[in-house]
């Protein structure tokens, strides 16, 4: 957000730089993105050398795992001439629309006995590409008509039922409870996507100028335009849709504007399992409506909180863990709306960036590190926007079959794995480097003085957490060297960052110091492989 969003156009070099260099990969061929074929394509796609074309798989659906699609799908055998895989399934295809990859293996798991260096064949996919199979000519499109311009329709509020909501259900506010209107008339404005209600007199009501003389408060246009701009980015990026509900006029997500006892409270999402005839969301009366910089944005706080309905579509009962919520809704949010800084958030990300050294998966302390944990998830999201819809729904498969998926992290590793965007641990070494040199200013966790002899310093390091050591080395040094050791069989990652924010990653223990600039500058970023937490010693020579 402004200075403090991540400058991800160094995220490749990161990323790549904590993996082996990789060779070229397989490319699907033919049919290419967005083509139209006839009901029995030819599929193509070129190998890299060594590498084995095992099947070219075709399915209505694009959801994968790590052999290929999960749902219903046909298989051909390719042959293989002069570096290109070829086949054409038996039987010819249905009009529609499918997507295709080539499932193939290559010699990437590799270990040393002895002397002897051994290579065993891992499976990998290629991405899924769309094409269309059309064998008749499609009717032309109808001429859209107009839609009327949405005008707001004043309801009188229904008297409270004799019979009292189960003890769990939360009620709607139009139907008494914690969130009960203040008002006996409410007033409904509907979007495309969206039903907004609320109400003109009371506490409740929001700011009722209409600038436009259209007959719609401003405040509550800005709220329907924030949840119609949301939902578009969210399906433009394949997340389930929001679960239909049966307690507004329609099955449009509904969203009321109220005002809160908590002036820190901006919105709050009820889950599906305990909401009053389905999910719904609840904003503040009293949002900032300011375009670029505000506190408590009414675009951002729209966004976040019909992000977690998204989720409740995946979790109806609302299960996903706190650190994955908050901070996957924050990310979403300044995704949807990135010129938009909120300096709530902002608070949030500079007292994560003041922690570093806290896990990923903190949920203490009023969660405060799940919403700053918005900066990992927005690496993430940005980087692999096919990375989330996918990791939700692994976590809802689990979770259907009754398989405990504890905090998330298991299945965070297997979906970042499954996409080709590597382990977990390397992934998150990636952006704590990335953190770094985007001057986001990272606290360092201790300093360490290098020396001829050498120095060094005892520490503990967190599951998923970063340590960011400045080391000070003599105005002559020509080369740093530090090294890690540990008790346990785990070791942290290890990096020097030389020469300042924009200077050279060095993904070893030794460093030339070629410049002043790089004996001022000397940063190690220790990161954790796992988990657990684990005690290490830095050392560092000079």
């Known amino acids: ?253 509904d969203i009321y504007i109220k005002h809160f006892a908590d002036p820190d409270l901006f919105g709050v999402t009820i889950a599906t399992k305990y909401a009053q005839g389905g999910t719904f969301v609840v904003v503040s009366s009293h949002l900032d409506m300011s375009p670029k910089l505000a506190r408590g944005s009414i675009s951002i706080t729209v966004s976040h909180e019909l992000f977690h309905a998204v989720q409740y579509g995946y979790m109806p009962d609302g299960t996903l863990p706190t650190w994955v919520a908050e901070g996957s809704a924050t990310a979403a949010s300044m995704l949807v709306y990135p010129r938009i800084d909120d300096l709530t958030y902002a608070d949030y990300f500079d007292l994560w960036l003041s922690q570093p050294w806290r896990p990923l998966f903190d949920e203490r302390e009023y969660c405060d590190h799940c919403y700053g944990g918005g900066l990992w998830w927005d690496f993430l999201m940005e980087a692999d926007p096919g990375l989330m819809p996918d990791y939700l729904q692994r976590l809802a498969a689990l979770h259907a079959d009754g398989d405990s998926f504890g905090l998330g992290i298991t299945a965070l590793d297997e979906t970042l794995r499954a996409r080709h965007d590597g382990p977990l641990a390397s992934v998150f070494a990636a952006f704590s480097l990335a953190v770094y040199r985007a001057r986001l200013d990272p606290r360092s966790t201790f300093a360490l003085q290098a020396t001829p002899r050498g120095t060094s310093k005892r520490a503990m390091l967190n599951g998923l957490s970063a340590h960011y050591v400045p080391i000070s080395v003599p105005a002559g040094a ?49 990161t954790s492989t796992g988990t657990q937490q684990i005690v290490y010693r830095l050392s560092a020579k000079a």
Request: net charge neutral; hydrophobic share 40%; with cysteine.
């Open 1 to 253: 957000m402004g200075r403090r969003r991540l400058v991800f156009s160094i995220i490749a070099g990161a990323a790549a730089a904590w993996a082996a260099p990789a060779a070229v990969a397989a490319t699907p061929l033919a049919p290419a993105a967005g083509a139209v074929t006839g009901a029995s394509p030819q599929f193509s796609a070129s190998l890299a050398p060594g590498d084995t074309a095992l099947q070219i798989q075709v399915s209505p659906s694009q959801q994968v795992n790590v052999v290929g699609f999960s749902g219903t799908k046909v298989v051909c055998v390719p042959t293989v001439s002069a570096g290109r895989a070829t086949c054409t399934p038996a039987g010819d295809l249905a009009d529609g629309t499918y997507y295709w990859l080539l499932l193939y293996e290559r010699n990437t798991h590799c270990f040393t006995v002895g002397t002897k260096k051994y290579c065993l064949p891992e499976p990998h996919l290629t991405k899924p590409v769309r094409f269309t199979v059309r064998t008749t000519e499609p009717a032309p499109a109808p001429q859209p008509t107009p839609a009327p311009a949405p005008t707001p329709t004043s309801t009188p509020l229904p008297p409270p039922g004799d019979a009292p909501l189960p003890k769990d259900v939360v009620a709607r506010p139009t139907n008494g409870g914690d969130f009960a209107f203040d008002a006996d008339v409410e007033v409904l404005y509907e979007t495309k996507d969206v039903v907004v209600h609320y109400v003109t007199t009371g506490l409740d009501a929001p700011p009722l100028n209409d600038d436009d003389n259209d007959g719609i408060p401003d405040y509550v246009e800005d709220v329907g335009a924030a949840a119609d701009t949301a939902l578009d980015y969210y399906r433009a990026h394949r997340f389930a849709p929001i679960p239909a509900d049966s307690g507004g006029p329609d099955s449009r997500p």
């Open 478 to 526: 020509r080369r740093v060297t530090v090294h890690v050791t540990t008790a346990s069989s785990e070791r942290p990652h290890v990096a020097l960052i030389v020469g300042g924010a924009k200077g050279r990653i060095v993904l070893g223990t030794s460093a030339q110091l070629k410049t002043k600039a790089d004996r001022r500058h000397v940063v190690a970023v220790i």
